[in-house]
Nanobody
Framework: EVRLVESGGGLVQPGEEVRLSCLIS????????VGWFRQVAGKERELVSC????????YYRDYVKGRFSFQDDNGKTMVALQMNALERDDTATYYC???????????????WGQGTQVTVSS
């Protein structure tokens, strides 16, 4: 059984950085599209960044380009999302997900982590 576990969230001030990690067990990331999503209470879950998705090697939502970096140095069992220059609007629960290669939309991803909260506040 594939299982994903995120870690690394917390409370940070605007302008600071956070690194989220996602570990997979029961499988290997290099067989999947892997996405980082985020969700704010009352809003839909949205894709932030992904690899091997929608025909792209790496994708970033416009509002995180230049600030966030999808890292898969150990692409088999761990991926990470390096988030720099955080803004208050980045406050959300962040989820790691894996799905068939080229997956892009929420419903296309098969496996999900439990989520980790990132709060950006002064």
């Amino acid at each position: 059984e594939v299982r994903l576990v995120e870690s690394g969230g917390g409370l940070v001030q605007p302008g600071e950085e956070v690194r989220l990690s996602c570990l997979i067990s029961g499988g290997s990331f290099d067989n999947y599209a892997v996405g980082w999503f985020r969700q704010v209470a009352g809003k839909e879950r949205e894709l932030v960044s992904c690899i091997r998705c929608a025909g792209r090697s790496t994708y970033y939502r416009d509002y995180v380009k230049g600030r966030f970096s999808f890292q898969d140095d150990n692409g088999k069992t761990m991926v990470a999302l390096q988030m720099n220059a955080l803004e208050r609007d980045d406050t959300a629960t962040y989820y790691c997900a894996a799905g068939p290669v080229h997956s892009f939309f929420v419903h296309e991803y098969t496996y999900w982590g439990q989520g980790t909260q990132v709060t950006v506040s002064s």
